[in-house]
C-alpha cells in the first residue's frame, strides 16, 4: 500500500524538522550563554596545541563546560585551525562564542614593566632579570644612557633582549628629537653631551617644573667655564651606577680622581650617568632663560636657586636650618 505523501510529512518529516531545529537553539544558546567567572583566570594556549587539548584547558579554569562544543564549533566556524598560542585572560561574563573569538583572534594578555626615570642601564637590566615572566638571557649591550624609560608592554616569555632592543629605539628616536629640535647657541657640541647633561638633570630634580631652571643652572655654567659641582656624578664615581649611595656624600668623597667628579674637573663628564627621561631632554634642549649659577634643596622636595654665591650660601645655611 503506498503511503500518502502528506502523511509521511506530517508523521516523519515535520516532526525531525523539528527536533533539528530545537536542537539548533539548543546548541546556539550552549555557544552564546556566558559563564559568570567570579575572578579573572589565565589560561596558557602553547603553540602547536589542538582546539581539543585547548577546550580541556578553558574547562579546568572554568571558562567553559563542553569541550566537545567548543571543539564543534570552532570547526563550524573555520576557528579550528586559527587559534594562537599565548596567555589569554578571561573575566567577568564569558560564553563559549568569545572565549573561541579571542583565542582565534590572538588577543593575547599583555602584562607591563617600568623601567623608571633616573636607574643607571645596571639597574635597569636588573629590572628586566628579575622579572620572571620575561626568557631568555641579556646579550645585548647597554652603555648608560641608552634605555628610555618607559613602561614597556610584553607578553609572556617576550625576550628581555626585546624590551632592551624597544628602549634602545626609543631613546635614539627621543634623543634625536630632542637634538633637532634643540634651542640655538647650547655650549653642547653634539646630541651625546646633550644626553649626558639630561643624564645629570634627570638626577638633580623630579620635579617637571624645575627641570629647565636646573638646565639653565648647568648650561650658564658651561658658558661660564664654571665647574659644573653637581653631587649626582660624583655619587656615580663612587658607585660606577651599580647601587644607590646611601648616604650623604663627604668632603673626602668630592676629591675623588675620577673624570666623573664635576668638582674636580671642567666640564661635562664623560658619559651619561642615568637613563634620562624625556622631559629631561626637553629641559636640557630647551633651558629656562635665567641668570642662575648655583640650587641647593629647599628642604621641601624642591631646590631654591641663586645668582650669586652669597645669595647661595644663604640658602644653604636656610637648607640646614630647615633639616634640623
Not at 524538522?17 to 546556539?28: E, Y
Not at 550552549?30 to 579573572?40: A, F, M, Q, V
Not at 563542553?66 to 586559527?82: E, I, M, N, V, Y
Amino acid at each position: 500500500m503506498r503511503l500518502n505523501r502528506k502523511f509521511i510529512l506530517r508523521k516523519l518529516v515535520l516532526p525531525a524538522v523539528g527536533m533539528a531545529i530545537i536542537g539548533f537553539g539548543v546548541l546556539r544558546h550552549w555557544i552564546y550563554e556566558p559563564t559568570h567567572l567570579e575572578k579573572s583566570v589565565s589560561v596558557i594556549i602553547p603553540r602547536g596545541m589542538g582546539t581539543f587539548a585547548a577546550a580541556n584547558l578553558l574547562v579546568d579554569a572554568g571558562v567553559i563546560d563542553k569541550p566537545w562544543l567548543f571543539k564543534l564549533s570552532a570547526r563550524f566556524l573555520g576557528q579550528d585551525r586559527q587559534l594562537k598560542a599565548g596567555e589569554y585572560v578571561f573575566s567577568g561574563d564569558v560564553s563559549l562564542y568569545d572565549a573561541m573569538e579571542k583565542i582565534g583572534n590572538g588577543d593575547v594578555f599583555y602584562r607591563q614593566i617600568t623601567l623608571a626615570e633616573g636607574l643607571t642601564s645596571k639597574q635597569m637590566l636588573q629590572t628586566l632579570a628579575d622579572e620572571l615572566l620575561l626568557s631568555g638571557e641579556m646579550t645585548l649591550e647597554a652603555p648608560e644612557g641608552s634605555l628610555l624609560p618607559e613602561t614597556y608592554s610584553f607578553v609572556r616569555n617576550d625576550t628581555r633582549n626585546s624590551i632592551v632592543a624597544r628602549a634602545q629605539k626609543s631613546m635614539n628616536e627621543a634623543l634625536d628629537a630632542a637634538w633637532n629640535n634643540r634651542q640655538d647657541d647650547l655650549p653642547l657640541k653634539n646630541k651625546q653631551e646633550l644626553l649626558i647633561l639630561a643624564s645629570i638633570i634627570e638626577k638633580e630634580t623630579a620635579i617637571d617644573s624645575e627641570r629647565r631652571l636646573v638646565a639653565s643652572v648647568f648650561v650658564n655654567r658651561l658658558r661660564k667655564g664654571m665647574k659644573l659641582q653637581t653631587d649626582p656624578t660624583v655619587i656615580y664615581a663612587l658607585t660606577n651606577g651599580q647601587k644607590d649611595l646611601k648616604r650623604p656624600l663627604t668632603r673626602k668623597d668630592l676629591s675623588i680622581d675620577s673624570p666623573f667628579n664635576t668638582y674636580k674637573y671642567y666640564g661635562l663628564p664623560p658619559e651619561p650617568i642615568c637613563n634620562p627621561g624625556k622631559a629631561s631632554l626637553e629641559a636640557a634642549a630647551h633651558p629656562e632663560s635665567s641668570d642662575y649659577l648655583y640650587f641647593v634643596a629647599d628642604g621641601a622636595g624642591g631646590h631654591n636657586f641663586a645668582v650669586s654665591l652669597k645669595e647661595h650660601n644663604n640658602n644653604v645655611r636656610q637648607w640646614k636650618k630647615n633639616r634640623k
